[in-house]
């Protein structure tokens, strides 16, 4: 067995105070009393364990609902949390202590008793003592891409592939793996391992074993009453929702790998058309920062030699009536197997050095996303960002830059017009109000897999 010196022991302190410092989002107490509620507890003969308790808001919850006269331990045993970060141990330990020395258990007593409960451990690579009916907190949400190294090194050989996208998953799916065949989860979560496309692995593991017996937003300014580092007075920037799990059976909602809608999650399933059997949708090119690949007018007229295609972005829109105004940047398109030359050459060589690293991966007169799209005919441009679907017409001819989304008829024979007239139905505002992950202050975040999926009625 390897020897923890002091330089490893430094090491780790410090990937565990990196990491507390950014998921500590502790849940308030009404939101834990609900979810509790939800899931039963407590049940005569069931345990419960918080996974990542923090400072023992489910814990002391937990066993406010269960008698624990002085003294007796076995009665603790019930309920146990597992921590990493040693600090919101020890304060999760004074309050459950607090807890047990109003019910009259002896200063010492109810110190030994409060680490009986709160363990500084880590559950994803640790074993929990014993069988658990109940799995109850608000675990983590941390992209894999954000941890510190050193716990990047501890957790890979442990966690499957699916579930490394972010810290939530491992422990989503620790969770539901430990649950007995009589047992739920209960757990406040960020709403994205719902929905998005990286996350169907997941579901779909969860889903052998566990289904969705309830599913509800929450406030985020409400919910957590210590938020990540963030402006005084501000909410946390995460999508909260409280979702129970219970083993497969009875009336629920599957997992099964699609995408699933916080806000109708137990609406009836669309099994008939969605837009993409009756349209194409295609991501607009990114062609990096403005005055390489993406022109304005005084720099087009620079390059008479050139390739160019008028292009649009968001604010070319007339914000109240959605139209589209003249184009006034254009983008300069260049091919994979022919090197530019003259005034092009001279333009790309001068301006590549602005270019950010993640759009210098190929050969170097291409921009970092080719331009790829069908311009021949008429099409609509949907924004990324927005409170709503916006159809915007775009003619023949002009590109769309920057992520925004593009849509074209499909072959089935409906025209753009009845395109468009699904886009701004009401049942399709309101079906992408549901589906579409938040952003800050209302904005939806609208994807081409969103847009694809709109059912056609």
């Keep these: 067995m390897a020897i923890e010196t002091g330089t490893m ?7 565990i105070d990196a990491l507390h410092a950014a998921t500590a989002l502790y849940t308030s107490a009404p939101v834990v009393e609900a979810l509790l509620d939800r899931m039963g507890w407590p049940d005569a003969d069931g345990r419960l364990l918080d996974p990542s308790s923090g400072d023992g808001s489910f814990l002391v919850c937990a ?6 006269r002085p003294g007796d331990f076995e009665a603790l045993e019930r309920v146990q949390g597992w921590e990493m970060h040693p600090q919101a141990v020890e304060h999760a330990r004074e309050r459950i202590a607090d807890l047990l020395s109003a019910r009259g258990w002896s200063e010492a007593d109810a110190s030994r008793g409060a680490e009986l409960v709160a363990h500084e451990g880590d559950f994803l690579t640790s074993d929990p003592r014993g069988t658990f009916r109940f ?18 090194e501890t957790w890979s050989p442990v966690l499957p592939a699916f579930a490394r996208g972010d810290l939530l998953h491992a422990f989503l799916d620790r969770s539901v793996a430990i649950m007995p065949e009589d047992g739920v989860v209960g757990l406040v979560t960020s709403d994205r391992w719902l929905f998005n496309a990286t996350t ?10 566990a289904g969705i017996s309830h599913l509800a937003r929450l406030d985020a300014a409400t919910s957590f009453y210590r938020p990540k580092t963030r402006r005084k007075n501000s909410a946390p920037r995460v999508h909260p929702v409280e979702v129970v799990l219970r083993p497969l059976g009875g009336d629920m909602l599957e997992l099964c790998g699609r995408p699933i809608s916080p806000d109708g999650a137990f609406d009836e399933v669309h099994d008939g058309q969605v837009l993409a059997d009756v349209a ?7 062609l990096g920062p403005k005055g390489i690949f993406l022109l304005g007018s005084e720099q087009a007229r620079a390059l008479p030699d050139a390739d160019l295609v008028p292009a649009v972005d968001s604010d070319d829109i007339d914000p109240e009536t959605d139209v589209l105004g003249p184009p006034t940047r254009f983008a300069l398109r260049t091919t994979r197997d022919a090197e530019p030359e003259g005034a092009v050459r001279d333009h790309l060589l001068s301006s590549r050095g602005r270019m950010p690293k993640r759009g210098r991966l190929g050969r170097w007169w291409m921009p970092p996303e080719a331009i790829t799209l069908p ?7 949907v924004p990324r960002i927005g409170r709503r679907i ?27 017009d009845e395109i468009e007239g699904i886009l701004l139905s009401e049942a399709t505002q309101a079906w992408v109000v549901r589906n579409a992950p938040r952003l800050e202050d209302g904005y939806l975040d609208i994807r081409a897999g969103l847009i694809r999926r709109i059912p056609v009625v």
């Design 280 to 286: 194409t949708v295609k991501l607009a090119p990114w």
């Design 200 to 209: 169907t692995g997941l579901r779909r593991t969860i889903g052998r074993k």
């Design 9 to 15: 022991r430094a090491e780790r302190t410090s990937a």
């Design 390 to 416: 916006r159809a915007v017409r775009l003619p023949a001819g002009v590109l769309p830059v920057n992520h925004n989304l593009y849509v074209v008829a499909g072959q089935d024979g409906r025209s753009l």
């Design 63 to 68: 066993l406010a609902r269960i008698p624990t």
């Design 375 to 381: 311009l021949d005919r008429p099409a609509i441009l």
């Design 135 to 152: 799995v109850a907190g608000n675990p983590p949400y941390l992209r894999w891409g954000h941890l510190p190294p050193l716990l990047k």
